[in-house]
């Protein structure tokens, strides 16, 4: 199976950068599509960017477009994203996800970590 573990969350003041790391385990990472979510307290887990498993095909929510980058690192089986610019409304949980490349759905998915802007 796979095993993902965020890292890199914290708090930041508005207008600040952070970037998030995931590192996956247990199965070939090459092989896999990568996602962040995110979840704000009170709402649903939201779509946030996504990677394909060669390092193309980048896809951004419309809310963080031009704002965070999603990259890959595939010999040391980490998935980043890079948040620039960040808002108040950026405040959630993140998670990281995986895919196999052939599926639709991620079926796996870190514990999360805390990223909390500041105004």
């Known amino acids: 199976q796979v095993q993902l573990v965020e890292s890199g969350g914290g708090l930041v003041q508005a207008g600040g950068s952070l970037r998030l790391s995931c590192t996956a385990s247990?199965?070939?990472?090459?092989?896999?599509?990568m996602g962040w979510f995110r979840q704000a307290p009170g709402k649903e887990r939201d779509f946030v960017a996504a990677?394909?498993?060669?390092?193309?095909?980048?896809r951004y929510a419309d809310s963080v477009k031009g704002r965070f980058t999603i990259s890959r690192d595939n010999a040391k089986n980490t998935v980043y994203l890079q948040m620039n610019s960040l808002k108040p409304e950026d405040t959630a949980v993140y998670y990281c996800?995986?895919?196999?490349?052939?599926?639709?759905?991620?079926?796996?998915w870190g514990q999360g970590t805390q990223v909390t802007v500041s105004s």
């Open positions: 996800a995986a895919r196999w490349a052939t599926r639709s759905m991620y079926d796996y």
């Open positions: 247990g199965r070939t990472f090459s092989g896999l599509d």
């Open positions: 990677i394909n498993w060669s390092g193309g095909s980048p």
